[in-house]
Each structure stands twice: as C-alpha cells, then as structure tokens.
C-alpha cells in the first residue's frame, strides 16, 4: 500500500483473516473457524467508520486485531501509517481503546485519580496530566463529578469515563468497540454526543450493532456477516440497496402457541418479498417486519397468512427502509 494511502486513511486493513482452532474434548483439535474471512476497509483519517454487524459476526476480533491484541492468521493492516504485526509499540501510541465491559476502571479511585494513573502508566509529566485531565472530563461532561469514586457511578458514566481514559495521552486515532451496549436511552446520547465531537481531531473506529447509532454518528460503514463484509459505503449509499423496497410491521398482541416460525415462512415466500423477520417486544406482543417491493400485495398476503391462523392484528406500519432492512436484504435474517 502506497504512503499516499496510508495517509489519507489512519487505518488500512487488506485482507484480514483469523481462524481459531475449534476444540473438542481433551483438548484436542476439531477443525477451524473462521472468525474473520479476508476483509478489507479503510477509514478516513478525521472521521468515524463503523463497523456493523450482530453479535459474533467478528467486528471484535477485528479490533483486536487492529490493536495488536491479537495476530492475524493473514493478510495486513496499519493503524497510523504503522503495521499492526512489526511495528507493534508505534501502533499502540497512536492509538485509545475501549472495549465492551465495565472491566478497566479502578472503583476506589476518583475519576480524577483514575486519568492521573493510567496517563502515568502513558509517561506523561505531571502538568500534561491535569491539564489533559480537565479536558476530557469536561468533554465527557464528568468535571462535576471528578472528585467521587468510580464505584458510585451508573454505567453511563463509567462508559464515559472509559473514553475519557482513552484520550488521555491524545492519541489520533480511537478504537471503540460497542461503546453504548447496556446503557439506558439518555445515557447513550451523552456518549454519542461525546464521540461525534472528537472528529475532525481524531479518527474513530467503531463498532455497533445499534444501526441507528451508525446512522446517527458515522461518515461510512462496513457491514460484517459471519466474518465478511457484505455491504460498505455511507450509510446514505447502503439504504440505497433497497431505496426501491419498503418496510412494513405488522404488531401482534397475542400468544402465537408456537406458530410464529410457521407464519415468517410463508411471509417471507410471499411474491417480492426480500426479507422477513419476527421479534417479541418488552410488551409481549410479537412484531413481524417485512421487506418487499409492493407493500400493498405484499400487507393482502401476509394479512391473508394471518388470518388462516386465527391471528389478529393490533397495528400495522409501512415506512421507509433503514440500514437494518438493508441487513435484512443483503442476508435474508433479521440483525439481532
């Protein structure tokens, strides 16, 4: 890969693959899984990419990779014009992690004293320490509570503080892996709040499987499935895939008794339709998304399939597609 690209781009992955060895009993080995399979992708520097996909699709592997936690089977990748395999210290000084979890905090400690010890651990002289601690707690809106221990804090904050521990040392280029899981809905928009404002200053690479989320926050996307990458390009250009096609939900407020798989087959063989899927709603109900061409003949059939089993409808919803019909299209299931 050429200089030119490399600084264009703060990360540039060609061809990446991991394979873990499958273990049966005793120890012993029992074939190969491909846990990423060849993906390529670059992220513009000073800007967000995400990286989509449902659980165990390999968007973690991938980041550990890229953070030279783990060595890749094959293929490359530079993070910061750095190769992940020989230039392993360069790398990791360009970089700020977080990954999934509450683990990487030290509950005893202020949040103040939190930052002051890990920019120790960076090598950064006393002054730099305060000065760049009083910058990310206000980014992270925590200087109010700098003072109090860790362990007094909801999830939402510790995720908060998490970044501001991971721009400490003002690395360029930021590595965030399902950085909102778990949180309740305000303490997400204070996160998203904080990422957007760290571009054009730093480069962030995150990985969601919250589309609204990288609809919300990322110039361009990859979408990843059982290891590859089935569709990339910003997200304006990925709902394109089905501009053509429209959503439609049908919500269900009774027991199904079991015939909730039947009824998906037969929406989804219905003419024209792309995709179908189910999801039980906190409220009990059953609500079935269909991704199709007609929404008109497409809502006769499915209502038609319905009524055969004796079910009844409570609302009925046609929209525009999302970035998750766009999952649904490309692989014909649902993304969670």
């Known amino acids: ?125 006393a002054p730099s320490i305060k000065r760049r601690a009083n910058e990310v707690l206000e980014l992270v809106k925590l200087q109010d509570r700098a003072a109090e221990r860790v362990e007094g804090f909801s999830r939402g904050m510790k995720q908060r503080l998490h970044l501001a521990k991971s721009l ?55 979408i990843v499935d059982h290891g590859r990458i089935v569709a990339r390009g910003t997200p304006r250009e990925v709902k394109g895939l089905v501009a053509e096609d429209r959503r439609i939900e049908i919500t269900i407020n009774q027991a199904l008794d079991g015939t909730a798989a039947t009824i998906e087959r037969e929406i989804a063989t219905l003419p024209g339709v792309r995709g179908a899927s189910r999801e039980v709603l906190e409220t009990g109900e059953t609500r079935f998304t269909i991704l199709c061409a007609e929404p008109t003949l497409t809502l006769d059939g499915a209502l038609a399939a319905l009524r055969a089993h004796g079910v009844a409808v409570s609302a009925v919803e046609v929209a525009e597609p999302t970035l998750e019909d766009a999952f649904l299209a490309i692989t014909g299931r649902s993304f969670e």
């Open 168 to 222: 400490i040392h003002d690395p360029p280029i930021l590595i965030l892996d399902e950085p909102t899981i778990g949180l309740d809905p305000n303490a997400a928009v204070d996160l998203r709040e904080a990422i957007a404002a760290l571009v054009p200053d730093h480069t962030v690479l995150l990985t969601t499987h919250y589309m609204h989320e990288a609809d919300l926050l990322c110039r361009e996307i990859a």
């Open 1 to 125: 890969m050429t200089s030119s690209h490399q600084q264009a781009n703060a990360i540039v992955a060609e061809r990446l693959h991991r394979v873990y060895a499958k273990k049966g009993r005793w120890l012993r080995s029992q074939g190969e899984v491909v846990a990423v399979e060849e993906i390529s992708f670059a992220v513009p520097t000073g800007t967000i990419f995400g990286l989509l996909g449902p659980n165990g699709a390999g968007k973690t592997t991938t980041i550990k990779m890229l953070s030279t936690l783990l060595l890749p089977t094959s293929g490359s990748a530079t993070v910061g014009g750095h190769d992940i395999v020989r230039d392993e210290r360069q790398v990791r000084r360009q970089l700020g992690v977080v990954l999934g979890g509450d683990r990487g905090l030290y509950d005893k400690l202020s949040a103040r004293d939190n930052l002051v010890y890990f920019g120790t651990l960076y090598g950064m002289d």
